[in-house]
C-alpha cells in the first residue's frame, strides 16, 4: 500500500486560515468515510484531531475541520495560532482492512 | 483514561529480531484493536499492523513476512516481533489503539509515548 500525498509544507500567519490536502485511491480515501487527522508537536505522540473525515474528538478545538471530495480529504485550520504549528498526518482505512497515514506536513505559522 | 507504555530493548542488531511489549492500563484490552506504528527519525509515520483482543491480526503487506503482533489479554498486553532488520527500521516505535463505531478499526485513538529502538552493531 502506498502512502497518501501531503504537501510537505504549508504556513500562514497568525489569524489566518490553511489547508492541507490528503490524496489517495478509491481503495482508502476515496472508498470510505473513515479519513482522519493528527497533529504531531516534537518529540511527542501524534493527537488525534479529526475522525470519520469531519468528526472531533472531545476537547478538540472547533478551529480545526476536515472535509472529502473524491480521493482527497482535508484539513482546514482556522484562526492559526502559534500552538498549531506541529506536523500534521492524515490517515486512512483501506479495502485491505489495513491503515495508511499521509506523508506528513509541516505547518508553520509565520 | 486509556494509557499505553512500550517496553523492550532500546539496541538490536542488524539480522535480528526486535520485540516490544505494550502494557494497557486505565481499560480492558478486549473490544478493541491494537496496533504498532514507527517512525524513523525525521520522517513520517508507518502502520505496521494490528491485533484485535481475540487474536485476529492484519498487518502492512510491505512487512508481513517478518511481523508477528500477539496479545496476552491476561494482561493486558499485547507484543510486537519483527524479525531480520535493519539499520533502516531503526525508528520510535508507538502502540496505539485503533477504534471505530462501524467495530472495524478506523481511526487511531490512544497512543503511547513511543520508544526508540535503534539498529546498531
Known amino acids: 500500500q502506498s502512502a497518501l500525498t501531503q504537501p510537505a509544507s504549508v504556513s500562514g500567519s497568525p489569524g489566518q486560515s490553511i489547508t492541507i490536502s490528503c490524496t489517495g485511491t478509491s481503495s482508502d480515501v476515496g472508498g470510505y468515510n473513515y479519513v482522519s487527522w493528527y497533529q504531531q508537536h516534537p518529540g511527542k505522540a501524534p493527537k488525534l484531531m479529526i475522525y470519520d473525515v469531519s468528526q472531533r474528538p472531545s476537547g478538540v478545538s472547533n478551529r480545526f475541520s476536515g472535509s472529502k471530495s473524491g480521493n482527497t480529504a482535508s484539513l482546514t485550520i482556522s484562526g492559526l495560532q502559534a500552538e498549531d504549528e506541529a506536523d500534521y498526518y492524515c490517515g486512512s482505512y483501506t479495502s485491505s482492512s489495513t491503515y495508511v497515514f499521509g506523508t506528513g506536513t509541516k505547518v508553520t505559522v509565520l | 483514561q486509556v494509557q499505553l507504555q512500550e517496553s523492550g530493548p532500546g539496541l538490536v542488531k542488524p539480522s535480528e529480531t526486535l520485540s516490544l511489549t505494550c502494557t494497557v492500563s486505565g481499560g480492558s484490552i478486549s473490544n478493541y484493536y491494537w496496533s504498532w506504528i514507527r517512525q524513523p527519525p525525521g520522517k513520517g509515520l508507518e502502520w505496521i499492523g494490528y491485533i484485535y483482543y481475540s487474536e485476529s491480526t492484519n498487518y502492512n503487506p510491505s512487512l508481513k513476512s517478518r511481523v508477528t503482533i500477539s496479545v496476552d489479554t491476561s494482561k493486558n498486553q499485547f507484543s510486537l516481533k519483527l524479525s531480520s532488520v535493519t539499520a533502516a527500521e531503526t525508528a520510535v516505535y508507538y502502540c496505539?489503539?485503533?477504534?471505530?463505531?462501524?467495530?472495524?478499526?478506523?481511526?487511531?485513538?490512544?497512543w503511547g509515548r513511543g520508544t526508540l529502538v535503534t539498529v546498531s552493531s
Open positions: 496505539a489503539r485503533n477504534w471505530g463505531a462501524s467495530g472495524n478499526p478506523t481511526r487511531v485513538d490512544y
